[in-house]
């Protein structure tokens, strides 16, 4: 499940160009 949020939050973050913290990434996906 940790790695499925991992890889959610890396496309995102490719998608938007934008590199946020780990904390808001998981936010971010979920």
């Known amino acids: 499940m940790r790695r499925k949020v991992f890889t ?6 490719k998608r938007s160009g934008v ?9 971010t996906a979920l």
């Open 8 to 13: 959610a939050s890396a496309n995102y973050n």
């Open 19 to 27: 590199r946020q913290s780990p904390l808001v990434e998981d936010t």
